[in-house]
């Protein structure tokens, strides 16, 4: 089971509280486990990657294991204590400065 | 009794503002979508429960929102703005071409006849259409052959912030666009054409008089008469007789003609009002004083409406998508602020009242009359 921890405003788009828990086929990866948000919550199809590109939107931002995945490519694995549930994986609003 | 129903779009959420017919107290909800930015939310003239917002974030990106019940309960629709074929490009900010990249809806225009058709004016300028209540969108390419590449985008974003339906014949559609210009289709949206004749732009084009390229405001028409529209460009008040074939200046004796909204009333077609800001560099009203100007000639005279309005220190703007006008009589006439005051009156312009004082920037405002 993945765990995955959206920003406040896609939880209150996709009428979720806390942690969202996903199944997902092997292999994991940044990439599959993005398509298993949306497969479960269509409404955020466009939010966190572009509708036609599947770019990440430039200010979402992916975390795991204290590292930033933003920039790594969709078919990434993603860290072993995601995969086995250890760790969630953490999809941010990126900061706005000021 | 009749109702008044106003849809407040904000930088931080929607509002609705509900009121009887005395439109004395008011009653407020939301914020809807906190946090959001709300460009615009207007209802369906047929079905004036069902409601469409547009929800945009820098982070997020594009949602659209559709209400059945008139605001109490929202769903999300569609939001895949795709533009159809050889996307192009239009001229960018360094001299280079650039293609269209969606950013945001600004503006929604409900059907005149059915509520699951809308029009969407978006950012980069394209107009798209809904026929199925917002689950799927469609773009009117024909518009972006309107010389779409000579358009460039100005400071505030080459978005189309104007549409409007002309009631007396359903092949034809206005639309404006920052710094491209006002538009005309007459066979629904198929071909396009510039109407900016009789424009000048002599501080922001190097040929002030260019057939595209003029930084329109906002176009207002009153329904019963379609062929004659009022125009607030980035300077001067414009006003068309011929559907948009040719414009003359109504600024007449205005203490400045720059501004962002126009609006008509609901029961006088030469009546319209606009809010006089000090210029393009200072973003707030002459002297410090919220003032209405309302022209009873279609123009060229105007009368300061201030009664109720601060006259000293108020240096608030008043965005494009954000007066509004009922139906009830005598016409009450409604506008936000960036300071995130709504503004309403109940005779016409005469005297003012603030419904709410304190809300996050207003980007619009929309009055319904409701039965």
Redesign the interface.
Same mark, same amino acid.
């Given at each position: 089971m993945i765990r995955v921890l959206l920003p406040t405003h896609l939880r209150t788009l996709a009428c979720v509280d806390g942690e969202v828990q996903l199944e997902v086929p092997d292999p994991i990866t940044l990439g599959s486990v993005l398509e298993a948000v949306e497969n479960r919550f269509p409404v955020l199809r466009g939010s966190i990657r572009d509708h036609v590109t599947l770019r990440r939107r430039p200010f979402v931002r992916f975390f795991a294991c204290q590292q930033d995945l933003s920039h790594e490519p969709p078919d990434m694995p993603l860290p072993q204590p995601v995969t086995s549930g250890v760790e969630p994986f953490l999809i941010v609003g990126a900061m706005a400065g000021g | 009794m009749s109702r008044v129903r106003l849809l407040v779009g904000t930088r931080k959420g929607a509002f609705v503002l509900t009121s009887d017919g005395k439109r004395d107290k008011w009653e407020i909800s939301g914020p809807h979508f906190a &946090? +959001?930015e709300i460009y615009h939310i207007k209802g369906s003239p047929v079905e004036p429960d069902r409601l469409y917002a547009s929800q945009t974030? &820098? +982070?997020? &990106?594009? !949602?659209i929102q559709r209400s059945n019940d008139g605001g109490k309960t929202w769903d999300?629709v569609g939001? !895949?703005f795709?533009y159809e074929g050889q996307t192009g490009t239009h001229q960018w900010y360094d001299g280079t071409q650039h293609p269209w990249e969606f950013k945001r809806v600004w503006h929604l225009e409900p059907s005149l006849k059915d509520p699951d058709t809308v029009y969407a004016g978006v950012e980069d300028a394209a107009l798209f259409l809904t026929r199925d209540g917002g689950q799927t969108w469609q773009e009117f390419p024909g518009l972006r052959s309107a010389k779409g590449n000579l358009w460039q985008p100005g400071a505030g974003g080459m978005g189309l912030h104007t549409i409007i339906l002309d009631p007396s014949n359903p092949s034809r559609i206005f639309i404006a666009i920052s710094a491209a210009g006002a538009f005309r289709t007459d066979d629904e949206g198929k071909t396009w054409k510039p109407i900016n004749q009789g424009l000048k732009s002599a501080y922001e084009l190097p040929d002030p008089t260019a057939e595209v390229g003029h930084c329109v405001h906002r176009i207002a028409m009153h329904p019963s008469r379609p062929g004659v529209l009022f125009m607030q460009k980035h300077w001067d008040v414009m006003r068309s007789d011929n559907a948009g074939d040719m414009w003359t200046e109504v600024s007449g004796d205005l203490p400045t003609d720059f501004g962002f909204p126009i609006d008509v009333h609901a029961h006088e077609p030469q009546t319209i009002y606009v809010v006089p800001i000090k210029s393009d560099s200072e973003h707030f009203p002459p002297d410090g004083k919220l003032r209405v100007y309302r022209s009873r000639t279609g123009g060229n005279e105007w009368q300061p409406l201030t009664k109720g309005l601060p006259q000293s220190d108020c240096y608030v703007n008043v965005l494009r998508d954000a007066m509004s006008v009922d139906s009830l009589q005598p016409c009450g006439v409604y506008f936000g602020t960036t300071g995130g005051q709504v503004y309403g009156s109940t005779d016409g312009g005469d005297s003012w009242t603030p419904i709410v004082r304190d809300l996050p920037a207003v980007l619009s405002v929309e009055a319904q009359t409701l039965p």
């Open positions: - | &946090g +959001w974030s &820098g +982070w997020f &990106g594009q !949602k999300a939001d !895949k795709v």
